[in-house]
T-cell receptor, first 112, second 113 residues
């Protein structure tokens, strides 16, 4: 069974700092990897989708990379803002499964 | 621009009561899913529907039933609620269940007392 791990579980940074969130997965046979944002008491908002054939995807201040062979992905957030405070979830879709497998998330706090 | 809509947003049930969580998507997606989110755990799949007319069990199906009413709607039913089913439930959809982006609803926070 696919296992997804996100480190750290929580992160607090001052506004303006660049930061990296980590995601690792145990089975490299994946279709894609998706990063989500979840605000307290809210649903999941899709941030970036990386297909298994891609190395990275960018959207604004966000950049996600994928190293499928080593089972790792990173989400880079540039020039962090207080509005970036949320929980960030990583999920992979395996080739042998019908669903996404989720990590437990990294709770990010950006201090003004 | 609704995307995936879930109702209700909050619900409190007594042990043994039944209820149905509703989900509808307006993106013409083929596949729909129900997940539950519990503290300290990643989202886990309860049931999914690859296309209209089909449903399959996920990782944690016990105590639940589903109905894919049509292409837009996928409901989750708790026949006899138990405290262990206290959770946040999310509905999701995508075009197909391989290499496409998944979209999620806002969630239903269910408490069983």
């Amino acid at each position: 069974k696919q296992e997804v791990t996100q480190i750290p579980a929580a992160l607090s940074v001052p506004e303006g700092e660049n930061l990296v969130l980590n995601c690792s997965f145990t089975d490299s046979a994946i279709y894609n990897l998706q990063w989500f944002r979840q605000d307290p008491g809210k649903g999941l908002t899709s941030l970036l989708l990386i297909q298994s054939s891609q190395r990275e995807q960018t959207s604004g201040r966000l950049n996600a990379s994928l190293d499928k062979s080593s089972g790792r992905s990173t989400l880079y957030i540039a020039a962090s803002q207080p509005g970036d405070s949320a929980t960030y979830l990583c999920a992979v879709r395996g080739t042998g499964a019908n669903n996404l497998f989720f990590g437990t998330g990294t709770r990010l706090t950006v201090i003004p | 621009n609704a995307g995936v809509t879930q109702t209700p947003k909050f619900q409190v049930l007594k042990t043994g009561q039944s209820m149905t969580l509703q989900c509808a998507q307006d993106m013409n997606h083929n596949s729909m899913y129900w997940y539950r989110q519990d503290p300290g755990m990643g989202l886990r799949l309860i049931y999914y529907s690859a296309s209209e007319g089909t449903t399959d069990k996920g990782e944690v199906p016990n105590g639940y039933n589903v109905s894919r009413l049509n292409k837009r709607e996928f409901s989750l039913r708790l026949e006899s609620a138990a405290p262990s089913q206290t959770s946040v439930y999310f509905c999701a959809s995508d075009i197909r269940r391989t290499n496409t982006e998944a979209f999620f609803g806002q969630g239903t926070r269910l408490t069983v007392v």
